[in-house]
Structure formats: structure tokens, C-alpha cells
């Protein structure tokens, strides 16, 4: 069974920063290529990063670039995502997904698996 569980969520000012963790079970990063997909209030999900430790491929999305980074623990089975210089509009709910590894260049398409998701909301 695939499981996902994120972890480290919670409220920071503008400006501040949070380290995502995403620790996966049930399958290993040779199986599937991990993301992280988000959602604002009234607003749809948006793919935000991922990463496949296969070939060593990551994907960000415009918004977050030079801001956050996505890394990959092989070992521990976990991904995190460090978010830096954060604003406003990355508030949302933050899901670890699961993809298949040859699609992270294209944008992380094929996003199968969810976690339950973890609260970021950053002030202004």
C-alpha cells in the first residue's frame, strides 16, 4: 500500500521559510518519482516540484523557482522541500504525491498517489 505523509507545515510572516518532509511507504523512489502539488482556498491545485532520484530530474514551477528546492533522502525514503522567501500566495495546503519517474521533466504529470496534505499559511 503507497502512503504518504507530509509533515512541517505551519504559519510564517512573508519573507520567512519552511522545510517541507514527505516520508513515503509501500513503494520505493526506483517505483515512482515524488511531488509536491498544492492548493489555495477557491483556487485549483498546481503542481509545485518534484523529483526522481532515477536519473536525478526536478521540476519546478516558475512561481517557485530560486525560492524553494526539493531534495530526496534515498535511504530514509523521504522528500523534502525547502521554501525560502516566502509570499503570500504560496499559502495553500501542500500534497506529497506520487508520479511516474519519466514524466517529472515534463512538469510532473501523471500525479497518482495523494497524501493527506499540511497547512502552509504565510502572512503579509
Known amino acids: 500500500e503507497v502512503r504518504l505523509v507530509e509533515s512541517g507545515g505551519g504559519l510564517v510572516q512573508a519573507g520567512g521559510s519552511l522545510r517541507l518532509s514527505c516520508t513515503a511507504s509501500g513503494f520505493t523512489f526506483d517505483d515512482y518519482a515524488v511531488g509536491w ?3 489555495a482556498p477557491g483556487k485549483e491545485r498546481e503542481t509545485v516540484s518534484c523529483i526522481t532520484t532515477t536519473d536525478g530530474s526536478i521540476y519546478y514551477r516558475d512561481s517557485v ?12 525514503n523521504t522528500v523534502y522541500l525547502y ?5 503570500y500566495e504560496d499559502t495553500a495546503v501542500y500534497y506529497c504525491t506520487t508520479l511516474p519517474t519519466y514524466w517529472v521533466a515534463a512538469g510532473c504529470l501523471g500525479v497518482s498517489h495523494w497524501g493527506q496534505g499540511t497547512q502552509v499559511t504565510v502572512s503579509s
Open 37 to 39: 502539488v498544492r492548493q
Open 65 to 76: 523557482k530560486r525560492r524553494f528546492t526539493i531534495s530526496a533522502d534515498y535511504a530514509k
Open 83 to 87: 521554501m525560502d522567501s516566502l509570499k
